[in-house]
Structure formats: C-alpha cells, structure tokens
C-alpha cells in the first residue's frame, strides 16, 4: 500500500500543486488517525460488544472495533505515501540556493 501509493503520488506531484496535494494528505492523515485512536480507545475500555477486554482477550467474543483499528491504520498508510510522505523532501530540494543545496539538504534530512 505504501509502494503502490508513493507511485500514486510521484505521477501526482507534477500535475497539482504541492500544496493542495499536502494539504489533502495532512487531512485525511488527521481523519484516519481519529478514527484509529477512537477504535483503540473504545477496544481499551471494553466498550465493544458490552463486554469487558478480559472478556475478549479470551477469544469469547467477536470484535469489531478491530476492523475500525484495521481501516483506520490503511487509510493513514494510504494518505501518508501520495502527499505527506514525500512532498517535503522535494520541497526541501527545491527551496535552497544552488551552492548551498547539498549543504542544507543534509542539515535538513539529519534534523528530520
């Protein structure tokens, strides 16, 4: 997914601007990690099936929440490759005078 994605968003970045695809990233990155801390905080209560965790780490029960944890996780592997994952770097390539470049690259990716 993360692969198939980051390609997704090499043919991407050429065709919209940086930006929007950043923004668009961060977003559904935000979304995917709301709903993959609401899945765990629910399976860390013993919310689901009105059970408590004990009572599911046993097996006794069926657990849905853990679909949620599943989507939550592949919506944000998903969201991260095309925009967030890969678009700093090349804004960071970019952003430098020329002479410099190799310089502040390197500070940049040992700070990061």
């Known amino acids: 997914m993360n692969a198939t994605n980051t390609i997704v968003g090499i043919f991407l970045i050429d065709r919209c601007s940086r930006c929007k695809i950043t923004l668009t990233s961060l977003a559904c990155v935000i979304l995917s990690l709301l709903i993959l801390s609401g899945a765990l905080s629910l399976q860390s209560f013993g919310v ?35 925009g967030m994952g890969h678009v700093p770097w090349v804004v960071n390539s970019e952003i430098y005078l020329e002479a410099y470049r190799g310089v502040c690259g390197g500070m940049s990716a040992t700070t990061n």
Not at 56 to 76: D, R
């Open 48 to 82: 689901e099936n009105g059970s408590s965790y004990e009572h599911n780490l046993h097996g006794s029960s069926k657990s849905n929440i853990g679909w949620f944890v599943v989507i939550g996780l592949a919506l944000y592997i998903a969201s991260f490759s095309p």
